[in-house]
């Protein structure tokens, strides 16, 4: 895969849970609760009580805001004065009610509907805030199995060139990340994260496909597997389905998960996989959020059946530790399914602690 450096690489990848005590450009959207009026403060939440705040921009760091006027640290919390300069949006704005509900397209759970956009409708009004905090990481910290993708692992300290394949729905395409939306700044989707980090640490050469579809179940990738990948030898498969698989039982989700890793190996007897248990849709996006959170234990489960060569990429409960310190919004690329660049890193990060 030819690649554009990164100069800021190692930051975006550096693992939220445990970065030393400085987190990177996480991603907020100033929204005003419920009730809240416009001459309020707005208090930011964050993953860790900041010590320190060293900068807020807007999601595509092209303005800078300014400390002691824009926003300022208090016990620990980034608060955004109603005089800022940075753009609050009105609880009303995302909870759409009246004459304005005919133009929006999800319902809002209990009635109305929600504010929702793709492109870079949530990436314009998001903003990042890089700060040092002084306590370690109190969530879920992914678990590592040293023995798994043994054959993965070995290609990569011998810096041997291997095929790379993505398999998924719209999350795995890239869907909302601001290099997909052609938006600053133009950071790669997670998928090409990875395979940039690993090119660059172990010199190796990475053929790298990707086969997502935007809105594609796990059935989905039964039915087209054949076709695309006919002619075709992965050695490392990544699976990621399960947004659209909302209202499959996850024993049927598993299934057809299995049935992919089953057609992989009549291809392509020795690749390996990680199979990824997916995000939450917002439980606020009325009719979208319904057995996604029940799919993992599953998916562990098939990968411990099929030993060393499969490892779990386990999304969903990285996602859920973030949404008890942060809101879906503050990290969303649509505000219902998709992940803006901050939870597409939280992916990469999650994906590579597997592999390296």
């Not at 990848?13 to 450009?25: Q, R, V």
């Not at 949530?122 to 700060?131: A, D, E, G, I, K």
């Not at 810096?159 to 997909?180: H, P, R, V």
Request: charged letters at 20%; a negative charge; one cysteine or more.
């Amino acid at each position: 895969m030819d690649y554009k450096k990164i100069s800021d690489i190692d930051n975006l990848l550096t693992p939220f849970w445990d970065d030393n005590g400085y987190a990177y450009e996480e991603s907020f959207l100033p929204l005003l609760k419920e009730g809240q009026t416009a001459d309020e403060d707005l208090v930011v939440s964050l993953l860790y009580d900041a010590c320190e705040i060293i900068s807020v921009t807007t999601a595509t760091r092209l303005e800078v805001m300014e400390q002691g006027k824009d926003y300022f640290l208090r016990d620990g919390k980034l608060v955004i004065p109603a005089s800022s300069a940075i753009r609050r949006m009105m609880w009303d704005e995302y909870h759409i009610v009246g004459e304005k509900e005919a133009q929006a397209v999800f319902g809002f759970t209990g009635g109305g509907k929600i504010f929702f956009g793709e492109g870079d409708t949530m990436h314009s009004r998001q903003y990042l805030v890089t700060y040092k905090h002084c306590k370690a990481w109190d969530g879920y910290v992914p678990a590592v199995e040293a023995s798994k993708l043994p054959k993965t692992k070995a290609r990569l300290k011998n810096g041997e060139g291997f095929t790379f394949c993505w398999y998924g729905d719209s999350i795995t395409t890239g869907a909302n990340s601001s290099g997909t939306i052609g938006s600053e700044p133009f950071i790669p989707m997670f998928p090409e994260l990875v395979t940039i980090k690993l090119q660059e640490k172990y010199g190796c050469d990475i053929n790298y496909i990707n086969n997502a579809m935007g809105g594609a179940t796990s059935q989905w990738g039964v039915d087209n597997f054949d076709r695309l990948y006919n002619g075709l030898k992965p050695d490392l498969m990544f699976i990621g389905y399960g947004m659209n698989d909302g209202n499959l039982d996850p024993v049927e989700v598993v299934k057809n998960i299995k049935t992919i890793v089953k057609k992989t190996l009549e291809i392509s007897p020795d690749c390996e996989f990680l199979i990824c248990a997916t995000t939450v849709p917002n439980v606020l996006a009325a009719g979208f959020f319904g057995l996604q959170d029940k799919h993992q234990p599953y998916l562990k489960a098939l990968c411990d059946e099929l030993g060393d060569r499969a490892a779990l990429v386990p999304i969903t409960s990285v996602h859920l530790s973030l949404l008890s310190k942060k809101n879906f919004y503050d990290m969303s690329g649509n505000n219902v399914n998709h992940p803006n660049d901050f939870l597409a890193r939280a992916h990469a990060q999650t994906i590579l602690a597997q592999i390296i």
